[in-house]
């Protein structure tokens, strides 16, 4: 059984910025692909950033590219989702998740663990 736990989620004001922090169970972290989602009320799910096994590659949605920063240490089996220039509408509760399977990693259906999820609150 994998758990996934994330953390360092809160309330900044426009323009501030957070780290978020996606710790996981189990010996096989460093084999997944990961990926953090955000899902706001009455929302669906949305991808936000994605990061291959050994950290090589990463994908961002286009409204956080330049601005959000994925990243993972496979020492510490955890993932990683730096936050800047955070804007009202990007509030959310963020969840970090393992992909499974060899589908589309910007969708939630290939994702087979996730996290609780992380309230991030934005004020203007």
């Known amino acids: 059984q994998v758990q996934l736990v994330e953390s360092g989620g809160g309330l900044v004001q426009a323009g501030g910025s957070l780290r978020l922090s996606c710790a996981a169970s189990?010996?096989?972290?460093?084999?997944?692909?990961m990926g953090w989602f955000r899902q706001a009320p009455g929302k669906e799910r949305e991808f936000v950033a994605a990061?291959?096994?050994?950290?090589?590659?990463?994908d961002y949605v286009e409204s956080v590219k330049g601005l959000f920063t994925i990243s993972r240490d496979n020492g510490k089996n955890t993932v990683y989702l730096q936050m800047n220039s955070l804007k009202p509408e990007e509030t959310a509760v963020y969840y970090c998740?393992?992909?499974?399977?060899?589908?589309?990693?910007?969708?939630?259906?290939?994702?087979?663990?996730w996290g609780q999820g992380t309230q991030v609150t934005v004020s203007s």
């Open positions: 189990g010996r096989t972290f460093s084999r997944y692909t």
């Open positions: 990061i291959s096994w050994n950290g090589g590659n990463t």
């Open positions: 998740g393992r992909h499974k399977f060899s589908t589309d990693y910007r969708l939630a259906g290939p994702y087979d663990y």
